[in-house]
């Protein structure tokens, strides 16, 4: 089998670098927090990059633009590693998002930076799928728990550092650091990468399937524009996004009738034949669509609601990053050490549901103690999902389609934190302006005409009446948004109810052939790795 093949040379490799596997762990996290990082930093630099490049009219671009073009080249990256390679696509990727750093660094108009942060998305869509994969091919499913609180660390410490960093480099060094920054980082894991990581080279002898990636570019680019454009730069109902709606399905539907026909498909369907794999696809949509909605409104709650300090804005969710952090890292050593995983997705939903929940009921007088203790119920159950879903989902396919599978499990995430923003965002608005007009009149209604979402400067403009109504409006806001959220991931509740418990290879030479046999999975990982022994 393909899968076999492939995992005997990673182990023969593995055997004869055990004592880089460390510095190549190192290299893989410092690109995780590239991709991750970038995002936060930038958005705390906007204002300035707006006061000198001017352009207000076109500033959702700078966002949208990037995460456009990560989007759609995310499955892309997965499929040509699964191809030609893991290693050299990986370097590739990062080689493109730091040229796309420099570029976006040197910008002289809102045009210009537009485009490269393009370029630096595209590069960005292979970071994190590249790093998964490698990790997929280096440490054997069994074993790879005890990373998760490694990687959880770096999402934890992104999501807090990142406005922090951001502000500090802009208010010291000009916002242009905020894309250089990337460089040093970037040159540090692509040397470690180069030297320590050795990976078996593939030849592919099928070609890329071009028509099969542009209709998935395609359908991605417009899903990703209705989030975005809809209820805000465009009504839901209007020509625009209907016919956004219309080229994104259609060029789904061909994609998905193509992939059954294509030589080499960008996603092999069959993949969604494992149960596990679709399952963990349906549950990583969801906790994107959540994670990220809920990332969004709790900043905003504390600052309009509860006169929390927009500055230190990353620090607010630390109760919720906290305790996912630890809970990421107790569902790893105990996947680690009993090889079972199940209970995780069906807790972690549980405790998602029951803590979106909690942060509904919250009002003008919730204490900044209680939204916490709220928060972190919502991240425990994170923890018990966020890294566990690329676990199960890599161990439910072959050696041969771990990127695909990688990529195809990221690509869900994202698009369902676009669908959450947007959705939550909508329901959001919506209500903030009804409660404004009901307590504010045509004040009120004219005060949120422009946004829902007011910053501290202009809080502080308004007549205390329209201050207290807005905080009541914003209550309401965040009630019904994470009302939705707690229904939503009740979905993620019944898909983990679902899952089956395949064993994670790599507890042992003699374990791992009784798996192999007696339960007819697809797991194609190499058992008892040399390279996760010597870690």
Not at 495 to 521: H, I, N, R, Y
């Amino acid at each position: 089998m393909a899968d076999t093949e492939t995992a005997g040379p990673v182990d023969a490799v593995a055997e004869k670098q055990p004592k880089s596997v460390r510095v190549v762990l190192l290299a893989l996290m410092i690109t995780m927090m590239l991709a991750m990082l970038d995002n936060m930093i930038v958005g705390t630099a906007m204002p300035t990059i707006v006061g000198e490049l001017g352009g207000l009219e076109h500033l959702s671009w700078v966002v949208t633009g990037y995460t456009l073009a990560t989007a759609a080249s995310t499955p892309l990256w997965g499929k040509i590693g699964d191809m030609y390679g893991r290693k050299g696509v990986f370097m590739s990727s990062i080689v493109l998002f730091l040229i796309g750093s420099a570029l976006s660094g040197m910008a002289q108009d809102m045009g210009q930076l537009i485009g490269f942060r393009a370029i630096q998305g595209l590069g960005a869509g292979g970071l994190m799928v590249g790093v998964m994969a490698i990790i997929g091919d280096l440490i054997p499913p069994r074993e790879r728990g005890k990373y998760q609180g490694m990687m959880a660390g770096v999402m934890a410490l992104a999501m807090i550092g990142g406005p922090l960093v951001g502000g500090t480099i802009t208010d010291h060094w000009g916002w242009r650091w905020a894309f250089y920054i990337n460089l040093p980082l970037g040159v540090v894991a692509l040397a470690a990468i180069s030297a320590v990581l050795h990976l078996p080279k593939k030849r592919a002898q099928a070609r890329i399937d071009y028509l099969g990636a542009g209709l998935l570019t395609v359908g991605i680019t417009s899903i990703v524009l209705v989030t975005t454009w809809g209820g805000s730069e465009y009504a839901w109902t209007s020509a625009r996004i209907m016919e956004l709606i219309g080229i994104g399905v259609a060029s789904l539907i061909g994609f998905v009738f193509w992939q059954t026909k294509a030589a080499e498909p960008v996603v092999p369907l069959h993949i969604f034949r494992s149960r596990n794999f679709t399952l963990m696809s349906l549950i990583g949509f969801i906790t994107g669509f959540v994670m990220f909605g809920a990332t969004l409104f709790l900043p905003l709650y504390q600052q309009s609601v509860q006169g929390a300090s927009a500055t230190n804005s990353g620090l607010l969710l630390l109760p919720m990053l906290g305790a996912m952090l630890v809970t990421s890292m107790v569902a790893g050593r105990v996947t680690t050490n009993t090889g079972k995983y199940k209970i995780f997705p069906v807790v972690g939903s549980v405790m998602m549901v029951v803590g979106l929940y909690l942060l509904s009921t919250m009002d003008t007088g919730t204490t900044r103690f209680t939204s916490g203790v709220f928060m972190a119920v919502v991240g425990l159950g994170m923890g018990c999902l966020m890294q566990i879903t690329m676990l199960v989902a890599q161990n439910s396919v072959e050696m041969r389609d771990m990127g695909v599978a990688s990529s195809s499990t990221t690509l869900f995430r994202t698009l369902g934190s676009s669908f959450g923003v947007a959705i939550m965002g909508a329901l959001f608005n919506n209500r903030v302006n009804d409660v404004m007009s009901e307590r504010a009149g045509a004040l009120g209604s004219k005060v949120t005409e422009q946004s829902a979402q007011l910053d501290a400067a202009s809080l502080a403009k308004l007549p205390e009446a329209v201050s207290e109504a807005y905080k009541h409006a914003v209550s309401s806001g965040t009630h019904s948004a994470f009302l939705l959220g707690a229904s939503v991931a009740v979905a993620s509740l019944l898909a983990a109810v679902f899952v089956k418990e395949v064993p994670l290879k790599g507890a042992g030479p003699q374990k791992a052939d009784e798996d192999s046999k007696g339960d007819g999975s697809t797991d194609g990982v190499a058992a008892n790795s040399p390279v996760v022994e010597a870690v």
